[in-house]
Structures are given as structure tokens and as C-alpha cells.
């Protein structure tokens, strides 16, 4: 690989932010997850968040921004992602790995709750299964997709897309940007 391929993954990443940032639907969307998060954490709810590969550790990262801080001390945000591993392995081995997050939901989630929803395809059946269990709880539900948002556009309450890419290392890049984003909005609003 040359350092012109490397500097062309820069430039194709700061094309695909350039196209997110020219709509201006997604700012607004961002704020009303935000102020959905917020709502359910005042009436004592909380977020759990989950996805597969990097979309876990972005769900998990999002987890651990709220519980311990973004910017500013501040009190800890109730936040979970559906990351343990004895819970993963056991549900897979039991149930299937198509259940390993719908369970989750199942057991703790509540209608006062928020699912963070994490698929670059949009089509993530354990995903997908995760969003009717928590539809089926009352629970609203934030996506975040890319492509053409799969499956998941149509059953989530606010759905953040990333731009058209061939590649799912550019649609997580925008939505670190949005979980960050999410996080520092909230973190600022909460009051």
C-alpha cells in the first residue's frame, strides 16, 4: 500500500462526513435521540445498547461515556451494553446467537427504557430481534444504520444513517461521530 492509498482513505472518510453534515435532518435527529434519552433518564429509565463486532464496541463505548463522563464531571447516566461475554456464550449456545440481545432486553428493559440499536447493514437479526422485544416492552428505540438501513430503518423510532459506502470501517466512523455527539448533547442537557 502507497501513502497516496493511505491519504485516500482519509479523503473517502472526510467525503462521507461531508455528505452526512450537508443533511441537516441528521443534527436534528441527534438532538431528538438526545432529548428522548434524556426524557427516559429523568423518569428513571435508562439506555441499553448493542451490535455486533465494532458496532459492540461502539455500543459498549457509548455505555461506558454515559456511566463514567464525556467532558465534564458529572453525575453517572444509566447506561448498559450488551457485551458480557457469559451472557453471549450462554444465550448462543441455549438459544442461538440470533437471541443473545433480545434475551437481554427481555430481562431487564422497560417501557421507561431507550435501545440504542447498532447495525452497519441495518439487517443484524440478533439486532433486529432486540428492537421487537423492546417494541414489545413499550421501549423507544434509536438506530444507527448504513446502506440503505436494512431491515432495522423501519421498526426504530429515530434513525441515524450513515452515508452509502461500500465499506462498514466507513460507517462506523460516522457513528462514533454520532455517538459522541449523542453523548457530549446529553451530557450538556441533562441538567
Known sequence: ???????D????????????????????????AGDRIISAIKNGGKVISCGNGGSMSDAMHFAEE????????RSPLPAI?????????????DYGYDFIFSRFVESIGSSS???????????????INAIEKARDKGMFV???????GGKLAKLVDIELRAPMSKWADRVQEIHIKIIHSLIHYIEENIG
Open 66 to 73: 454515559m456511566t463514567g463522563r464525556f467532558r465534564e464531571n
Open 113 to 127: 427504557d431507550v435501545l440504542l440499536a447498532i447495525s452497519t447493514s441495518g439487517n443484524s437479526q440478533n439486532v
Open 81 to 93: 451494553a450488551i457485551s458480557d461475554p457469559s451472557h453471549i456464550s450462554c444465550i448462543s449456545n
Open 142 to 148: 434509536v438506530g444507527l444504520t448504513g446502506k440503505d
Open 1 to 7: 500500500m502507497s501513502s497516496k492509498q493511505i491519504a
Open 9 to 32: 482513505h482519509f479523503l473517502e472518510a472526510q467525503d462521507i462526513l461531508k455528505q452526512f453534515i450537508e443533511n441537516q435532518d441528521n443534527f436534528i435527529k441527534i438532538k431528538e
